[in-house]
């Protein structure tokens, strides 16, 4: 611990010429043997409910038609729920797609989105063509993790609430910086690669709702695997100005006075962000910004079960910032319906869950349901004070019913079950999605042997022989 402690001293307090150049510096010296066994525990954790939900997402039309948008590259890469294998930009780009087309995938709060999707989409084709060890693997995914939620860090949360969607935004940096690593680039290679990313990025919140979303994801994860190897090949690129140049990536995504890069630096692994605040694993396949008004109306329910019949208002509140993409009192499509909080407040009161099937097949045209809709009203806490919560609180949700009779029903949380490390979803509830997912797309009697090859991801020898489970398990 003291030599940890020394090396991380050493790389905060390095005087280095770029912001850039500085998050270089860090990934280029991170060992897999220097990381603490939290990290890695969440890393194992992190892996398999990424690969689940991808598993999941490898059948849905956004990850399907991006695929069949593309050449068809032979290559050995893994199309992750099928039996193809292609070229890895194109197996990152797929895979991408499919990690977050159920929207079921992880979130972390620094970010503002999800931050292993990007990161694992990358990351797999390029081990798999690589023969990366699990340790290498993981080794990789931590540090790409901490680049792009400490670049979020500086950044937010000016840049999630101006519209971009940072799980794509930021997210193509830490793909980039994964690579990087587990291509073995030195500092200038690793910041070569990031100045490459920072062209790259890109993502619209106003594409929420449709299949561009999950596409921002393939694209974040294929553009920051081709950026690491354009730098492995030295392609030239602003590596030392590409952030700070008056018209870079930080005034022109952010703009001047929004965003403080010594902040980030100060706090690289102090703690590692996949431990602190850690990733927050979904429980719901829709938008995280539902979650916590979905827990509590889940409450709500399981206390008193009101019949819909009963039920005269529904009034739910989340943050302004999260209300901002999820006021869709009408939604349009199974797509759309996941950020639709008014459609989840109403199928939660309805049916007392919300699962897979509730956004497949037109189920957001169920009759029950779209009779409950006029009755959901939505509003920001932050701005109309129901529930006092604390002005630094953008996670929490309050939920009142109230029936014919008069009475109101009443729930709230601060923050949505598994939102951080501090509050985690149970290893058992863990493994039950993810059989939940994978057993949609693969034979259910190999489920378990890739769950338990995932669970101890670091030991393996090589990442090939896990995708060659997945592969076999293919139905």
């Known amino acids: 611990m003291k030599e940890e402690a020394a090396v991380t001293a050493k790389l905060n307090g390095a005087a280095c010429s770029s912001f850039s150049r500085a998050l270089a510096t860090r990934v280029a010296a991170q060992r897999f043997s220097d990381l603490p066994a939290e990290a890695i525990k969440w890393a194992r954790m992190g892996i398999l409910d990424t ?9 849905e039309p956004a990850a399907v038609l991006a695929g069949k948008a593309l050449d068809d590259n032979s290559g050995p890469c893994l199309v992750l729920g099928t039996r193809r294998r292609t070229a890895a930009l194109d197996a990152a780009l797929i895979n991408g797609a499919a990690s977050h087309a159920l929207d079921f995938d992880d979130c972390n709060n620094t970010l503002g989105g999800h931050p292993s999707a990007p990161v694992l989409s990358a990351l797999l084709p390029l081990a798999e063509q690589l023969g990366s060890s699990g340790g290498q693997f993981v080794n990789a995914y931590v540090a790409g993790f901490e680049v792009e939620c400490k670049i979020g860090m500086a950044v937010n949360l000016h840049h999630y609430t101006k519209g971009w969607h940072p799980t794509a935004t930021l997210g193509v940096f830490g793909a980039a910086a994964a690579c990087a690593r587990l291509l073995d680039l030195d500092e200038d290679g690793v910041a070569t690669a990031l100045a490459l990313a920072a062209s790259f990025s890109s993502g619209l ?8 979303k999950p596409l921002h994801v393939g694209h974040a994860a294929r553009n920051g695997l081709y950026a690491a190897r354009l730098a492995e090949r030295g392609y030239s690129v602003n590596a030392d100005g590409v952030f700070e140049h008056k018209q870079g990536f930080l005034d022109v995504f952010n703009g001047p006075g929004t965003y403080d890069t010594e902040k980030a630096l100060a706090a690289w692994a102090h703690p590692l962000d996949i431990v602190e605040p850690g990733i927050a694993i979904k429980q719901y396949p829709c938008c995280g910004a539902t979650h916590p008004a979905v827990d509590a109306m889940l409450e709500i329910v399981r206390q008193h079960r009101p019949r819909p019949v009963d039920v005269e208002r529904i009034d739910a509140a989340v943050h302004s910032r999260r209300l901002a993409h999820t006021d869709r009192p009408d939604p349009q499509s199974e797509l759309d319906a996941k950020f639709s909080l008014q459609y989840v407040m109403a199928r939660a009161l309805a049916d007392g869950h919300i699962g897979l099937a509730d956004f497949e097949n037109e189920a957001y045209l169920d009759p029950r349901i779209t009779q409950l ?8 806490y932050d701005r109309s004070g129901v529930g006092g919560f604390p002005e630094d609180n953008h996670f929490g949700g309050h939920v009142a019913v109230t029936l014919r009779d008069g009475t109101v029903l009443r729930a709230q949380v601060d923050q949505p079950l598994g939102r951080t490390s501090a509050n985690p979803l149970s290893a058992a509830s863990l493994r039950d999605k993810f059989t939940l997912c ?3 797309v693969l034979r259910p009697d190999a489920v378990a042997a890739i769950a338990e090859k995932i669970e101890t991801v670091e030991r ?3 990442m090939r022989t896990l995708t060659a489970l997945i592969q076999a398990a293919a139905r």
């Open 51 to 59: 690969l689940g939900v991808t598993i999941a997402g490898s059948r």
């Open 205 to 212: 919140k106003a594409n929420f709702g449709t299949m561009t």
């Open 460 to 462: 393996l020898e090589s």
């Open 438 to 440: 994978a057993k949609t």
């Open 373 to 380: 809709l006029r009755r959901v009203h939505v509003d920001a």
